[in-house]
Structure formats: structure tokens, C-alpha cells
């Protein structure tokens, strides 16, 4: 970077960063960013690093910089908690600086809000800033995106969060290497498992019995996935940990996938490597040395199971289905 007064995260991204960075020092900032990319890819971490490098605060609290986010019980961003968002960002600033506003999971704005929101956006306040994080920009009306500076967060490569993780951390190579590849090119999740052992341990666990549900039968199939996912509500926090199980299933299948072709260096799960060969053996055994239509099969039952989750399916009916068909 040409200045070394902005402090960003120091991995992935380098595109956003360096077009943000552009925008500060030419004095060049739009009314509205969306930032669209898969979960952990850092869009919140550069959002806040964007925010406290245009208000010149780079570290604690500050007073003019406000985030909207789902409440955990609730499925979407209602209209009160939007006007009132709306209502504080055009306040005036206490520091004398743009005030900014981050919402996160933007997609989950109600239709109303959505609506609120455009208004303000048709209506622009000077030194007012709006940055919309989302999975997938297509979520959001055509008439805020028009409106909007887009920016598209992409996944890292293994070899480099690996090297991060390393360099930053001392971590030891073989978990490094496992954990770069369980992370997908997400750096943020690499370091969250490394920074989290139980929630490593707990995650390897879980797969492990999500791989074991295709040698038993169907009643201990069903008092497995109990034991995987409790949740029987309809709660946005019931069907986000739904989604992740089905992310993870997903990368199961695709490591098997891989194995049935010869391509063990490519798998996801690599620190499950021993479990998966065993579970590839299982697979050609009951089907004749053939396993790949079964999991093509289960692949194509996890893509229905998304779909059912986002049509608002309850998420422990969605995967009950995905195990009794497995």
C-alpha cells in the first residue's frame, strides 16, 4: 500500500482493500457499499477496519459508527429496528466525521425495511455511510444495488491460509494444513477452530457421526441426528446451524466424491482422512464397488434440503428427511 496510516486485516481481500484504500486517500467515498461473498470471507472485519479508517479511529469505541444485525429469535430485520437505525445515522456526528452504518445479513431485511431503507438512499446525507454485507447481492432489490458501490469478497487459497496460520500463529503443519483445507478459503474460520480447540474437536465429532448415519439403520439414523442437531424450533438461530450442517454434509459427499476418483489431496476433511476412507469402503461394499450414484444421491438430497430451508421448511423436518432418504 502506497500510505501506512490505514490498518486493514492482514489476509484475502487484497482487491477490496486496495479499491477502499483508493477511495480514502483520493477522498472518493460512495453513499452505499454492499459487500456480497460466502459466511467468513471478512466482509464485517473490513467493513469495521473501512469504518475506523475513514473516521481516522483505529481502534475502540466509537459513537458514530452503528450496526444493524437478525436478532437471534427472529428470522428477519424488522421496519422498527430499521427506522430506528435510519433514525440514529442521521443524527449529527459526534466526533465531526461521517457516521457509518453496517448492516449485517442484509438479505434478511424485511420487505419494509428494504423499502425504508431505499427511501434514505434516494435521499443522501452528507458524510452518511451505509456498507450492506450479504451472502449474495442478488437477495437485495435491483433499486438499492443501482444505488450501490459492489464489492465481491472471494475465498482464499489453502496454500496461503496455511502459511498465515503458521507465520501468525506458530501453528503446528499438520493442523495447519488440515485446517486450511476444512476452512474452504475462509481465513476467519481457519482461525476461529484454531483459537477455538473444543469448537475443532466438536466439529470433527459431529462429522464423524454424520459419516457413520449411512451403516445404520433408519430408527438409529434418527436417534443420531438427535444427537447432532437438538433444535426442533423454527428459529433464525435453528435454521442457521441447520445450514451449517447441511455446508458440511455437502463437503463430506465431495470428499468421498473425491476419494472414489483418486484425488485424496484435494479433500476438504483432510484431518478425517482415515474415517473417510472407511466410510468409501462401507459405501462400495453395500453397493456393489459402485458408490458413486449413492453419493451423488446424497448430494442431490442436501440440495433439496437447502431449498426446503430457505422456503421455510422447520430445519430438524429438513434434515430428518435428508436421513430417513440417505
Excluded: C
Amino acid at each position: 500500500m502506497a500510505k501506512t496510516k490505514y490498518i486493514w486485516p492482514e489476509i484475502g481481500n487484497e482487491k477490496v482493500i486496495e479499491f477502499l484504500e483508493r477511495g480514502l486517500m483520493n477522498k472518493k467515498i460512495a453513499q452505499t457499499y454492499v459487500f456480497t461473498g460466502g459466511n467468513d470471507l471478512g466482509k464485517s472485519t473490513i467493513a469495521l477496519a473501512f469504518a475506523r479508517n475513514l473516521q481516522d479511529q483505529p481502534e475502540g469505541f466509537n459513537s458514530d459508527l452503528h450496526i444493524l444485525e437478525p436478532e437471534p429469535t427472529k428470522k428477519s430485520i424488522s421496519i422498527e429496528a430499521t427506522r430506528q437505525f435510519i433514525k440514529t445515522l442521521n443524527l449529527s456526528s459526534f466526533l465531526n466525521s461521517y457516521k457509518i452504518g453496517i448492516i449485517k445479513e442484509a438479505d434478511l431485511l424485511s420487505e419494509e425495511a428494504k423499502s425504508a431503507l431505499l427511501k434514505t438512499l434516494e435521499e443522501p446525507k452528507e458524510k452518511v455511510v451505509i456498507i450492506l454485507l450479504t451472502a449474495d447481492e442478488n437477495n437485495l432489490p435491483a433499486t438499492i444495488l443501482s444505488r450501490s458501490q459492489i464489492l465481491y469478497f472471494y475465498p482464499v487459497p489453502a496454500a496461503v491460509i496455511y502459511d498465515y496460520l503458521i507465520k501468525n500463529y506458530g501453528t503446528q503443519r499438520s493442523l495447519a494444513k488440515d485446517l486450511a483445507n476444512l476452512a474452504l478459503g475462509r481465513p476467519l474460520a481457519a482461525r476461529k477452530l484454531l483459537e477455538n480447540p473444543e469448537d475443532y474437536r466438536a466439529y470433527l465429532s459431529k462429522a464423524e457421526s454424520w459419516l457413520s448415519l449411512s451403516s445404520l439403520d433408519l430408527n438409529e439414523r434418527l436417534a443420531a441426528l438427535d444427537q447432532i442437531f437438538k433444535d426442533k424450533t423454527w428459529s433464525k438461530l435453528a435454521v442457521d446451524s441447520a445450514g451449517e450442517i447441511i455446508f458440511m454434509a455437502e463437503g463430506l459427499a465431495r470428499d468421498l466424491f473425491l476419494l472414489s476418483l483418486g484425488q485424496p489431496e484435494k479433500i476438504q476433511h483432510s484431518a478425517l482422512a482415515s474415517t473417510l476412507d472407511k466410510t468409501l469402503a462401507a459405501l462400495n461394499e453395500a453397493s456393489g464397488s459402485n458408490s458413486v450414484p449413492v453419493i451423488l444421491r446424497q448430494l442431490k438430497l442436501l440440495a433439496a434440503a437447502k431449498e426446503y430451508l430457505a422456503a421455510n421448511v422447520n430445519p430438524h423436518l429438513v434434515l430428518e428427511q435428508v436421513v430417513i432418504n440417505f
